[in-house]
């Protein structure tokens, strides 16, 4: 009977084509622009080790039989069994952080996985010279080691173990994820019923048909969870739209510039000026759909807050600015301004201080907004009934926009103090500028 296995032509074809489907699938995952996930990291380096696993198996299917190319046999040798065992290895930590994007699992099992990998490695190394798992006759012939059931047990093994860890991640997958990731495991060992005609092309066939099905999976998720961000945005936005349309806000500073007209016209001439600036920047601002300079937010606070020192004559402000050029999402910093003169200081008998400060760390940007107001109870602000869309909706702007943060403390009496945080690695639009 004619064995597949003994034929050099189709094995290496296939080897070829499957080296080719796989590096596709890097292209794809390369050109994701949500490629710095945790998981997408793991992948990619996954497909570059079963590029070179292919290319490896390719090489022992080429060579074979001639003996003037024993190095180069043995280099194949080495990348077919050590980028397999790598393959296995990056899967587990695939595995852990497409999951973690649901729940906070532990790394553990994949860290066990890495370590049996880890060592059937060395072992790799070592037979390169003693010959124990493998090795080549004076023909250039490759032939089993002595050992070499060591890697049939550390194939099946590994196999069955993540198996066993994606069994075990049923309740926090979908149906669809958790088939696609099953079929890493269970699509080789099917093969192996096969391997007694045809060894060991079908098990790397099958290693790269569920590879296809395991970057659906995430193509799909990742466009899926793009999608949902977009609609977040989109709903920020109309959400910020309609909190700074502020009818009260705009009927106020038009009954100031009106009583400003008799008392001081070139007063009211400026706030007119000032309040059309205020206008045109909001709209702008609403309309940017992509991190702007800080500068921009800064000279719209200063005009917001121009016009309310001419109705509020107690009203202290302060500008701490060290850092100004780095990005950040429009109508953050603005929204924490208005709550600080709106809620805070106004509502104090006398008045009090709005400071607006800039600081820059060893890995973020920070922007703060501090009042001597009459703060609040952060306790009581949860549960108060009351939607604070302006404060919820720069806390997604932020996550979504450039991965910050705002964090607020208060407490009656004693003022409140809201601080944005930034990654410098989103931050950063161009280079940094001090100011003083």
């Given at each position: 009977?004619?064995?597949?296995?003994?034929?050099?032509?189709?094995?290496?074809?296939?080897?070829?084509?499957?080296?080719?489907?796989?590096?596709?699938?890097?292209?794809?995952?390369?050109?994701?622009?949500?490629?710095?996930?945790?998981?997408?990291?793991?992948?990619?380096?996954?497909?570059?080790?079963?590029?070179?696993?292919?290319?490896?198996?390719?090489?022992?299917?080429?060579?074979?039989?001639?003996?003037?190319?024993?190095?180069?046999?043995?280099?194949?040798?080495?990348?077919?069994?050590?980028?397999?065992?790598?393959?296995?290895?990056?899967?587990?930590?695939?595995?852990?952080?497409?999951?973690?994007?649901?729940?906070k699992v532990s790394w553990?099992?994949?860290?066990?996985?890495?370590?049996?990998?880890?060592?059937?490695?060395?072992?790799?190394?070592?037979?390169?010279?003693?010959?124990?798992?493998?090795?080549?006759?004076?023909?250039?012939?490759?032939?089993?080691?002595?050992?070499?059931?060591?890697?049939?047990?550390?194939?099946?093994?590994?196999?069955?173990?993540?198996?066993?860890?994606?069994?075990?991640?049923?309740?926090?997958?979908?149906?669809?994820?958790?088939?696609?990731?099953?079929t890493f495991g269970i699509?080789?060992?099917?093969?192996?019923?096969?391997?007694?005609?045809?060894?060991?092309?079908?098990?790397?066939?099958?290693?790269?048909?569920?590879?296809?099905?395991?970057?659906?999976?995430?193509?799909?998720?990742?466009?899926?969870?793009?999608?949902?961000?977009?609609?977040?945005?989109?709903?920020?936005?109309?959400?910020?739209?309609?909190?700074?349309?502020?009818?009260?806000?705009?009927?106020?500073?038009?009954?100031?510039?009106?009583?400003?007209?008799?008392?001081?016209?070139?007063?009211?001439?400026?706030?007119?000026?000032?309040?059309?600036?205020?206008?045109?920047?909001?709209?702008?601002?609403?309309?940017?759909?992509?991190?702007?300079?800080?500068?921009?937010?800064?000279?719209?606070?200063?005009?917001?807050?121009?016009?309310?020192?001419?109705?509020?004559?107690?009203?202290?402000?302060?500008?701490?600015i060290d850092i100004v050029?780095?990005?950040?999402?429009?109508?953050?910093?603005?929204?924490?301004?208005?709550?600080?003169?709106?809620?805070?200081?106004?509502?104090?008998?006398?008045?009090?201080?709005?400071?607006?400060?800039?600081?820059?760390?060893?890995?973020?940007?920070?922007?703060?907004?501090?009042?001597?107001?009459?703060?609040?109870?952060?306790?009581?602000?949860?549960?108060?009934?009351?939607?604070?869309?302006?404060?919820?909706?720069?806390?997604?702007?932020?996550?979504?926009?450039?991965?910050?943060?705002?964090?607020?403390?208060?407490?009656?009496?004693?003022?409140?103090?809201?601080?944005?945080?930034?990654?410098?690695?989103?931050?950063?639009?161009?280079?940094?500028?001090?100011?003083?």
């Amino acid at each position: 009977m004619l064995r597949i296995n003994t034929m050099m032509e189709p094995n290496v074809c296939l080897l070829l084509f499957a080296a080719a489907v796989t590096l596709f699938l890097l292209s794809g995952a390369l050109m994701d622009r949500t490629r710095e996930r945790a998981f997408m990291k793991f992948f990619i380096a996954l497909l570059i080790a079963a590029i070179f696993m292919l290319l490896g198996e390719a090489g022992l299917w080429f060579f074979n039989g001639t003996p003037q190319y024993i190095p180069i046999l043995k280099l194949c040798a080495f990348l077919s069994f050590g980028c397999g065992i790598a393959v296995n290895a990056l899967f587990g930590y695939c595995l852990v952080g497409y999951v973690r994007e649901r729940e906070k699992v532990s790394w553990k099992y994949a860290h066990i996985i890495a370590g049996i990998c880890g060592s059937f490695g060395l072992l790799v190394v070592i037979s390169l010279f003693n010959g124990m798992l493998f090795g080549f006759d004076a023909n250039g012939m490759y032939t089993d080691g002595p050992w070499y059931i060591i890697v049939e047990v550390v194939d099946f093994g590994t196999l069955i173990l993540e198996l066993l860890m994606v069994a075990s991640y049923r309740a926090i997958l979908s149906l669809k994820g958790m088939l696609s990731l099953l079929t890493f495991g269970i699509l080789p060992l099917l093969s192996m019923l096969v391997l007694p005609y045809w060894n060991p092309t079908p098990m790397y066939m099958a290693t790269t048909l569920s590879l296809i099905l395991i970057h659906n999976l995430f193509h799909g998720e990742l466009t899926r969870q793009l999608a949902e961000k977009e609609i977040q945005l989109a709903d920020s936005r109309i959400a910020i739209t309609l909190s700074q349309l502020q009818p009260h806000f705009i009927y106020n500073v038009l009954n100031s510039i009106y009583h400003l007209c008799a008392r001081d016209p070139k007063l009211a001439q400026e706030a007119v000026d000032k309040f059309s600036d205020y206008l045109r920047n909001n709209m702008k601002s609403i309309e940017q759909k992509e991190p702007i300079p800080f500068e921009e937010e800064y000279q719209h606070i200063q005009t917001y807050l121009s016009l309310e020192k001419i109705r509020f004559r107690t009203l202290e402000i302060i500008y701490d600015i060290d850092i100004v050029n780095f990005m950040l999402p429009p109508l953050t910093v603005q929204p924490l301004v208005e709550n600080a003169v709106k809620h805070g200081v106004t509502k104090k008998r006398g008045g009090g201080t709005v400071t607006i400060s800039t600081r820059e760390t060893e890995n973020a940007y920070l922007v703060m907004v501090i009042d001597t107001g009459i703060g609040f109870d952060p306790e009581r602000y949860s549960e108060d009934g009351k939607v604070h869309i302006g404060i919820r909706n720069v806390r997604e702007r932020l996550q979504n926009m450039v991965s910050g943060t705002l964090s607020i403390t208060s407490s009656p009496g004693n003022g409140t103090t809201a601080v944005i945080t930034i990654p410098k690695k989103e931050a950063d639009g161009h280079e940094n500028h001090r100011i003083g």
